[in-house]
C-alpha cells in the first residue's frame, strides 16, 4: 500500500503576528487591496497588550480621542466613558472592532509563532507555530509590540517565597483581593505607579521597592460627557484631533512650543508650567512645554524645580520627601517616561506604606516568609513584580526568524541595533515590523505611531503588487544611514544621560543604545515615504 503524502502546506498573502492596534490597522487596509490576511494571536483573545494588561489600575496615558484607531466607521458609534481608558474599556473596543469589521474569520486564536525562513525560490516565509503548524506567505508582518517580553529581575532566593507572586505583566485575569493583605511590591515603573495608587487604600502594608523616583505628572482622569463627546464627532472635533497628531513630535495633539525656556520671565514659566502640569495635565508638561527642555540641561533644571515644588506640597513625610522628589534630580527631567498619576503621593504618604531605595538598602534575599535587607527581614504575603520588560528589541528578538545569510534577528543586532527606518531589515526581505525598535514606538502615541507605518506599508504592497514584484528587502545603505540618524538625534538630547529602558539600561548586562528614533513622528514618516522614491530608492526589489 502506498504511503500518504505530505499534507500541502496552506498560504495566505499576509501573515499578521497579533491581534491589535497595528494588525488591525493593516488587516483592513490589505484585504482591501484583494489580499488574503490572517491574523495569528497567541492568546485567547484580541486587544494586544490590553489582552494581558489587567492589572489593579491599568490604564492608558494618551487621552481621548486619541487613542483608537482612527478610522470613522469605527469611532462614530463608539466613545470611551473616560478621558483615559481603562483596561476593561479597552477590551470593550476590540469586541466593537470585530463586530463591526467581521475581522474574526481573519483571526487565528492560541495559535504562536515560533519561527520563519524565506524561501529564496519561491519569495515566500515558511513560518512555523508552536503548535507543530506551518504557513506560507508572501508578506511576513510581525505587530507584537514593544512590550511582549516580560523581565523578572535576578533576585536572590525568589523562588523560595512561599505566598503567591505576581507579575503585572501576567496578572490573572480573574484578578487577585489584596485587601488587607501584607505586600510587597518591587518596581515603580508606569505599572508600578498605577498598582500602588489603586491597592494602597486597602492593603494591610505596603512595603515599595524603588530603584528611581518617577517623575509623576497629575492624569486629570475624568468621566466624559457621552452627549458632550457625540457633538464633538458633529463638529469635526474628532477627525481634526487625528489630523493633529500627523503634524507633531509625538503623534499627540499637542506639541512643543515655538520657544525657549529663558525666553520668559519666571512668572511667566510658572504659569505657563502650571498651565501644563495643574490644569491641563496628562503629558503635555512633558511634551507642549518649551522646546528646548529635552535638550538643555539648564532648561531642564527649571522643568525639575517647578515638578518637584509641586509634589513636595502633596507628600506630608520628610522621608517620602526626600525618596520621591529628591534635591538633586537623578537624572534630566523627561528622560524616563513620565507615569501619570491620579492620586499617587497622597496614597504612598500612608503610615502603612514604606518606600526602600533599592540602591541604599539593596535585596539581599527573598526567603519563605518574606525579604531580607541591610535593614531586616520584612515579611509579606504577597509579592508583586511590576519590573516591566526587555523592551523595544526583545519583543522581535526572542523569536527564530531567520535571515537570507542564516542567522536570526538577534544575531542581526548581536554587535548593536540596526533597521532600516524602524520598520525593516536587510537580509529579511518581505518583513515589516510596527511599533518597534528604531521607529518614534516608545516617544508617541501608540495608534498614531502604528496607523503612519501600516499606510506606508500598505502603500508599499500596493506599489509591488501593481509592479509585480514578489521580494523586496531593506539596502544595506538605508540600514547604515538610518542607524547613523539614530545616534546622531540621540545624542543631541538628554536621553543619554539616563539609565532607562529607552536604552535598554534597565536590563542588566545590556548594551546601552539608542532604541527609539528621537527625531520625531513628522520627520520619520517622511523618511518612510522618501524610501520609496526614484524607483524604490531604499529597497531592493526582485520579481519572481
Not at 526568524?401 to 548593536?416: E, L, R, V
Request: proline share 5%; with cysteine.
Amino acid at each position: 500500500m502506498g504511503s500518504m503524502g505530505e499534507p500541502e502546506i496552506p498560504y495566505v498573502d499576509v501573515l499578521l503576528v497579533g491581534a491589535g492596534f497595528a494588525s488591525y490597522t493593516l488587516l483592513n487596509r490589505l484585504r482591501r487591496l484583494g489580499l488574503s490576511v490572517s491574523i495569528y494571536e497567541k492568546g485567547s483573545a484580541s486587544g494586544g497588550i490590553w489582552h494581558w494588561n489587567c492589572y489593579p489600575g491599568a490604564r492608558v496615558d494618551s487621552d481621548t480621542p486619541i487613542y483608537q484607531l482612527f478610522d470613522k466607521e469605527l469611532w462614530e458609534d463608539f466613545t470611551f466613558k473616560e478621558r483615559y481608558a481603562g483596561w476593561p474599556e479597552l477590551r470593550r473596543y476590540f469586541k466593537h472592532i470585530e463586530k463591526k469589521w467581521d475581522v474574526e474569520k481573519h483571526v487565528e486564536y492560541h495559535k504562536h509563532v515560533d519561527g520563519a525562513k524565506f524561501d529564496e525560490e519561491k519569495h515566500q516565509w515558511l513560518v512555523d507555530c508552536s503548535d507543530g503548524s506551518e504557513v506560507y506567505c508572501r508578506w511576513f508582518i510581525p505587530c507584537i509590540g514593544f512590550a511582549s517580553r516580560r523581565y523578572t529581575p535576578p533576585v536572590p532566593g525568589l523562588s523560595n517565597f512561599r505566598g503567591d507572586v505576581y507579575h503585572t505583566a501576567v496578572w490573572p485575569q480573574h484578578g487577585v483581593n489584596l485587601k488587607g493583605k501584607r505586600v510587597a511590591q518591587i518596581g515603580t515603573g508606569a505599572s508600578g505607579i498605577q498598582v500602588a495608587q489603586e491597592i494602597g487604600d486597602s492593603v494591610k502594608h505596603l512595603s515599595l521597592f524603588m530603584r528611581t523616583p518617577n517623575y509623576c505628572l497629575p492624569m486629570n482622569q475624568r468621566k466624559l460627557d457621552p452627549n458632550e463627546e457625540e457633538k464633538k464627532k458633529a463638529n469635526g472635533d474628532y477627525e481634526k484631533a487625528f489630523n493633529d497628531c500627523r503634524k507633531t513630535f509625538a503623534g499627540f495633539t499637542y506639541d512643543f512650543v515655538d520657544r525657549n525656556t529663558f525666553d520668559d520671565t519666571p512668572e511667566q514659566r510658572e504659569k505657563f508650567f502650571r498651565k501644563l502640569m495643574i490644569e491641563e495635565g496628562g503629558f503635555r508638561f512633558w511634551l507642549n512645554t518649551y522646546k528646548d527642555m529635552l535638550f538643555d540641561q539648564a532648561a531642564n533644571d527649571e522643568a525639575y524645580k517647578f515638578w518637584r515644588k509641586s509634589v513636595l506640597k502633596r507628600i506630608k513625610n520628610p522621608e517620602k520627601q526626600r525618596l520621591l522628589a529628591p534635591e538633586n534630580p537623578p537624572h534630566p527631567w523627561g528622560t524616563k517616561r513620565p507615569s501619570l498619576e491620579q492620586r499617587f503621593y497622597e496614597v504612598v504618604d500612608q503610615d502603612h506604606i514604606d518606600i526602600i531605595d533599592v540602591n541604599e538598602t539593596p535585596i539581599e534575599d527573598v526567603t519563605e516568609t518574606g525579604l531580607r535587607t541591610k535593614n531586616g527581614h520584612i515579611e509579606f504575603d504577597v509579592l508583586v513584580l511590576a519590573t516591566g520588560f526587555d523592551s523595544v528589541t526583545g519583543s522581535l528578538a526572542q523569536l527564530n526568524i531567520q535571515g537570507i545569510n542564516g542567522g536570526t534577528i538577534a544575531d542581526h543586532w548581536k554587535n548593536g541595533l540596526k533597521t532600516s527606518m524602524g520598520i525593516a531589515m536587510p537580509e529579511f526581505p518581505n518583513m515589516f515590523f510596527l511599533y518597534g525598535p528604531q521607529a518614534p514606538t516608545a516617544f508617541s502615541n501608540g495608534p498614531s505611531c502604528t496607523q503612519f507605518q501600516a499606510e506606508f506599508v500598505e502603500e508599499l504592497i500596493k506599489r509591488a503588487e501593481a509592479d509585480g514584484i514578489t521580494r523586496v528587502e531593506a539596502t544595506q545603505a538605508s540600514e547604515d544611514e538610518w542607524t547613523k540618524r539614530m545616534h546622531e538625534k540621540w545624542d543631541c538630547t538628554l536621553f543619554p544621560l539616563a539609565k532607562s529602558w529607552y536604552q535598554g539600561a534597565n536590563i542588566p548586562g545590556r548594551r546601552v543604545e539608542p532604541l527609539n528614533w528621537a527625531g520625531g513622528m513628522v520627520d520619520y514618516v517622511e523618511s518612510l515615504h522618501k524610501s520609496l522614491d526614484n524607483d524604490y530608492q531604499s529597497w531592493q526589489t526582485n520579481k519572481t
